[in-house]
């Protein structure tokens, strides 16, 4: 399978522990997003990197957040001290690196599900 | 700065029937248009988009043009089918520039339940 994947599908944790999701992006892709969905509602953007550097990130994103691509491939992004307003829909997504207005097609992946306790 | 607007659902239709889900958007700059679809247990997938005015996106039977006069971008449908039962969303890209912003910025979503 050559599409976005994540992992793990599901995480339950209990409030104030930590977590971390990992996402494979699609290979010859260099940009990889974050969004998160809360049941009801449509994705919200979190972060964006381009290769290894992280570009964009949205006030969504607290200090308890942190997401890194080390070497430009994978991503995680970690959740320290979870709360209860935390759980939601992950979605990890990745585009070529293709320039121009309207080049923007990206490409999500199942999600990571997180309830917090 | 961006948003997208989109009607309130669920939408249910009986097979065969015309569909029309409306969208309307602000945004800075010429965005790209989007409508992604999600499948129960799926994940986002992309269902088809439009880069500039007039431009008319299709795929799988569906249709949305773009309408900068009017800032919509309306997915239709001549004949839905059981199978089109999914979550509908509409999406912006305000791109500027190669390393600029690049998020999608999504409505919130509009459920299609199709009868048989």
Redesign the interface.
């Known amino acids: 399978d050559t599409g ?1 994947s994540q992992n793990p599908r599901h995480k339950i944790t209990k409030r104030g522990q930590n977590v971390t999701f990992r996402c494979d992006p699609i290979s010859e892709h260099n ?1 990889l ?1 974050w ?1 998160r969905q809360t049941l ?6 979190l972060t ?1 990197f ?1 290769n290894e550097a992280q ?2 990130k ?1 006030r969504l994103l607290s200090d308890r957040f942190s997401a890194e691509r080390p070497k430009g491939s994978f991503s995680t992004l970690e959740i320290q001290r979870t709360e209860q307003g935390d759980s939601a829909m992950y ?1 990890c ?1 990745s ?1 070529p690196s293709r ?1 121009g ?11 990571t599900r997180l309830t917090v306790l | 700065g961006n948003s ?1 607007t989109q009607m309130e659902g669920p939408v249910t239709l009986s097979e065969e029937a015309f569909l029309t889900i409306n969208c309307t958007y602000t945004a800075t700059g ?1 965005p ?1 248009l ?1 409508w ?1 679809v999600q499948y129960p247990g ?5 269902l088809l ?1 439009a ?2 005015a007039d431009d008319k996106g299709s795929n799988k039977g569906f249709e949305a043009t773009y309408r900068k006069e009017t800032t919509s971008f309306h997915l239709e449908k001549g004949s839905v089918q059981v199978s089109d039962s999914a979550v509908y ?1 509409c ?1 912006l ?1 305000a ?1 500027r520039g ?2 600029g ?9 509009t459920r299609l339940q199709v009868q048989p």
């Open positions: 976005v940009r997003y969004y009801g509602q449509g994705p919200e953007f964006y381009q570009l964009e949205s979605l997504a585009s320039t207005v309207g080049n923007n097609e990206q490409f999500f992946g199942p999600g | 997208v010429y790209s989007f992604y799926e994940g986002l997938q992309l988009k880069t500039k969303f999406a890209s791109t190669d390393t912003r690049r998020a999608l910025t999504f409505g919130s979503g």
